[in-house]
């Protein structure tokens, strides 16, 4: 396997903050450890054992997959994801059991992500096929006998023994095909067939299947008053409208199509009205609804600047903590200094992951790494402003912190997109060799072993 | 493209950055707040799973303590009183759902071993893995205030004992009393339902009524009035009463009359230790409101009682302009009755301010704080209140107070081995009308000479019961006596 000084740089900085990120994982797990019983637990070693092997497999998957991509990426998720799971172990010992078991399944999925798509570019034409599984993974929850509602939302469907939220993935699905459509119709849509006032308008047929996309994204969500994912979708439409077009225009009308989305839900929806009141004021309905947002705000206030200490923080009083409110739990524990560490770690993210699209030269790879960075920096936005109440509550996982076999999963997929589209932009500027992907090199050894056979 | 990507960047940035802001708001800001919010119990509950150092009486004996409890309680300690009730009012109790009080509420961070020094101090102990609780230690003697609680038996009332030079209390009863072990339940239930049941009883048990009452003082205040009358130069150990019944005061035509209607009068000494009524609302009448008001104040009544538990109650007489237009309510207040009402312990502080030349020495229970390796935190030094009489004044309070003992209404307070004492009786009528309801009162100090213990002792009558039909002298005196007298034949704490 040949290699380019800087691709081996990237790889070799990878492993090292990987290495760093679990050694704070696994610092943070006997901490919290010896915080609930001032004993290390015997199955730290283990524990660390899976969680290193699991963080070195992904990393060996980069080195012989995506040799060129990106170094910080991955590390970023195995610190936020490592720090979640430590937590999540604090709350509760069953779902850490589950949570390990989800980690493998994931890093799974992020090493077949890779195998699988080997050329970004390839994606670009599968984009009606992934509307169509946006539209059906949307669908799911609603089908009797399959949808269940849970916690006032029917956003979770049971195929036999198998539970999970089709949501997290339509969102990748739609990304897809959001950035495949826009890469093609970009310049259509942008020239704009006629005027009204400062607005160049597209010619309908251009932007009938966008907009329907994103319609129906939105009244599905909000049929099944997953307020946080419809928040998630529209603003994912906006930004990749915007970008792909180049047309603040299409920011303006994002505004006012939310500003009425939002007046018209908080009409017709009590339970709109009821986020909003509590967000505004959640005190008066402390024995109510309020309860969780002020035990998340005391929560916070107990955690001070320091925090408890992990182990030591009563986290557990806040009702599920482990998925929507890990944040405050957080917040606890390791206090303003450590919720300011997991703002940082997004941030790095985001940062990364737009550095990736800034970097690729095709639209659509540019696109989809843009979506899928806004899609993780978005919701982690959407669940800590509703948490903090900076924004009204939606409920929606922290991506790879919360607790969730479906949330962790479809994170690593999205995380294994955008390592690809680095790894492809690298191989398009030369950074590294731009070998035959191993479909290809199979493809052409069966042609030279046919040929050989042919020419005995 | 990548122009509206970096712009992208810089508004995921001003989001991640607003709640950066309110995490701050959050997390510092509004952190007391949040805090001090009582809906808000995980301190509390963090707490409740730490060690927490004990309350020790002044030999040593463990007042409160927190025990390690076994698997399955809802929190790793509990908290115990091994003398029950004994001390209840003065520890207070340390509850999950219900707070604490007394010195648990006050005393919290040297016993949980949050204070500065103690954290300080804990850091070299860190790896030692020992904690960092401190004690209390009190100035309090459990046999002593075991005496004072028999002698008191089931009444209602209080004990005060005190060193008349340091303030310090040797011991505090207030009745009725109740045992914190009750409340400290984790149940947390069962503790709601104790309190509950504590705060309906008639004699109020979770007030500590000898520093957070005020009784009627009756008589026990002629040392006050007279004291004033000394320090203004209106009257004179020769000073000669009338003997009369009754007496008209200014602005009425409503006779005062003496205790049990008799006739009464004589010396300044005499009608002291008979207790005269007339004499002392002709004193307060001729010094008049303002040097009466004014005379009071210099003994604290009207201010909190200062000392080192929360809550404490403010004696009252009353102001200039209530007694203006109404001099008999003056008069009356001149032998304690009206509106005067006195706290116990303030009643201790004044028999102590004669015992000590006139000043007035602020009370305390807590002699020193120890951290974990019992070295001193802080330690109690007595402290100056107030000056409210020059030494000659208490001297010749001191000659009247011996008479109360040797001829007058305190004999009942004549001490074993011949130990004089000096006191004053005082016997509050509560009802003009209807069934009688009377305090019976005495304060006192002894010897009389280099005074070592001041004491006051009052009951609260109810409805024609026996105290209401007794005096303070028969009543009060024979507890008085009885702690005392145990007092001088136990000068050093009897171990514990």
């Known amino acids: 396997m040949s290699s380019t000084p800087i691709a081996a740089a990237r790889r070799r900085t990878e492993l090292g903050l990987i290495v760093m990120a679990a050694t704070i994982t696994a610092a943070a797990y006997t901490l919290a450890s010896l915080g609930q019983n001032a004993e290390i637990p015997p199955i730290l070693v283990p524990f660390l054992i899976v969680l290193l092997g699991l963080l070195v497999v992904a990393h060996v998957a980069n080195r012989v997959l995506a040799k060129g991509a990106d170094g910080t990426i991955l590390p970023l998720a195995a610190l936020l994801h490592g720090i979640g799971y430590v937590i999540i172990a604090r709350l509760s010992e069953r779902s850490a059991g589950l949570q390990t078991t989800w980690t493998f399944v994931a890093i799974v999925a992020y090493v077949a992500t890779l195998i699988i798509v080997q050329r970004a570019a390839d994606l670009a034409r599968y984009q009606w096929s992934f509307l169509a599984i946006g539209a059906t993974l949307l669908l799911l929850p609603l089908v009797p006998g399959v949808g269940t509602t849970k916690a006032g939302a029917r956003i979770w469907v049971s195929l036999g023994p198998i539970n999970f939220q089709p949501g997290e993935f339509a969102k990748i699905a739609l990304a897809l095909f959001f950035a495949g459509y826009l890469a093609d119709h970009r310049e259509l849509i942008a020239s704009g067939a006629w005027r009204v006032g400062p607005f160049h308008l597209p010619e309908l047929r251009h932007l009938m299947p966008i907009a329907f996309a994103w319609g129906f994204a939105v009244v599905v969500m909000v049929a099944e008053k997953d307020l946080g994912s419809s928040l998630l979708f529209f603003t994912l439409f906006v930004v990749m409208m915007w970008v792909s077009t180049e047309r603040a225009s299409y920011l303006v009308i994002g505004l006012l199509l939310f500003s009425g989305a939002a007046y018209v839900a908080w009409r017709l929806f009590d339970h709109v009205k009821t986020r909003v009141a509590i967000w505004r004021n959640p005190w008066p309905q402390y024995e109510g609804k309020g309860y969780q947002i002020v035990q998340a705000m005391f929560a916070f206030a107990n955690g001070g600047t320091g925090g408890t200490g992990l182990g030591l923080g009563s986290p557990n009083k806040i009702p599920v903590a482990k998925t929507d409110f890990i944040f405050a739990a957080i917040g606890e524990e390791l206090g303003l200094i450590g919720t300011t560490a997991i703002l940082i770690g997004f941030l790095l993210m985001i940062g990364s992951g737009l550095r990736i699209a800034v970097r690729s030269e095709r639209p659509f790879e540019k696109l989809l790494a843009t979506g899928l960075t806004t899609i993780v920096g978005m919701q982690a936005f959407i669940i800590i402003g509703g948490v903090t109440r900076v924004v009204p509550l939606t409920g929606i996982a922290l991506p790879f912190v919360s607790y969730g076999g479906s949330s962790l999963l479809a994170n690593y997929v999205l995380l294994a997109l955008l390592v690809r589209v680095s790894d492809s932009s690298a191989r398009h500027l030369g950074e590294t060799p731009n070998e035959l992907s191993p479909q290809e090199r199979l493809q052409a050894y069966r042609r030279r072993r046919e040929v050989a056979r042919a020419s005995k | ?496």
């Open chain 2, 1 to 496: 493209m990548n122009k509206q990507i970096r712009r992208l960047a810089v508004a995921l940035l001003a989001c991640y950055l607003a709640l950066f802001v309110q995490l701050n708001v959050l997390a510092v800001g509004r952190q007391q707040e949040l805090n001090a919010d009582p809906r808000n119990n995980r301190q509390t509950e963090r707490d409740f799973n730490r060690p927490r150092g004990s309350i020790l009486a002044a030999d040593g004996t463990v007042l409160a303590l927190s025990v390690p409890t076994t698997r399955g309680d809802e929190f790793n300690y509990q908290r115990e009183y091994p003398l029950g009730d004994l001390f209840g009012n003065v520890t207070g109790y340390y509850t999950f759902s219900y707070g604490s009080t007394q010195l648990e509420r006050t005393q919290n961070d040297v016993l949980m071993g949050d204070t500065t020094e103690q954290k300080l101090r804990a850091i070299g102990g860190l790896f030692r893995g020992s904690d960092s609780t401190g004690s209390v230690v009190l100035t309090m003697r459990p046999d002593v205030q075991q005496v004072a609680a028999d002698a008191l038996g089931t009444r209602e009332g209080s004990v005060v004992v005190m060193e008349p030079h340091t303030g310090a209390i040797i011991a505090m009863v207030s009745n009725p009393r109740y045992n914190p072990a009750d409340v400290a339940v984790h149940d947390s239930k069962k503790a709601g339902q104790v309190l509950a049941d504590l705060n309906a009883w008639p004699g109020k048990p979770l007030l500590a009524n000898a520093y957070q009452e005020r009784y009627m003082p009756g008589s026990a205040f002629k040392v006050i009035t007279t004291s004033i009358a000394f320090e203004n130069g209106a009257t004179s150990l020769d000073r000669v009463f009338p003997n009369t019944k009754s007496w008209v005061p200014p602005q009425t035509t409503d006779p005062i009359q003496n205790y049990g209607g008799t006739v009464c009068g004589g010396t300044m000494v005499e009608v002291f230790y008979r207790s005269c009524n007339i004499p002392f609302a002709q004193l307060a009448t001729e010094l008049g409101p303002e040097k009466m008001v004014e005379g009071t104040k210099k003994w604290g009544i009207g201010e909190k009682i200062p000392i080192d538990l929360p809550a404490p109650a403010a004696s009252s007489f009353g102001e200039v302009s209530d007694f203006t237009d109404q001099l008999p309510l003056l008069a009356i207040g001149g032998f304690g009755q009206g509106s005067t009402t006195m706290v116990p312990v303030h009643m201790a502080m004044i028999a102590s301010t004669i015992a000590n030349g006139g000043v007035m020495m602020k009370p305390h229970v807590v002699d020193a704080t120890l951290d974990h390796d019992n070295a001193v935190l802080t330690r109690t030094t007595p402290a100056v209140w107030k000056t409210p009489i020059l030494p000659g004044t208490a001297d010749t309070l001191t000659t009247l107070m011996i008479g109360v003992v040797n001829q007058g209404t305190g004999r009942p307070m004549q001490l074993a081995g011949g130990i004089q004492a000096a006191a004053k009786t005082g016997t509050a009528q509560l009802n003009t009308t209807g069934p009688e309801r009377s305090n019976a009162w005495i304060i006192g100090f002894a010897p009389a000479i280099s005074p070592q213990f001041a004491i006051a002792v009052v009951l609260k009558g109810g409805p024609d019961d026996e105290i209401s039909a007794s005096t303070g002298g028969k009543l009060a005196g024979p507890i008085a006596k009885t702690v005392l007298d145990y007092l001088f034949a136990h000068p050093v704490p009897s171990g514990g």
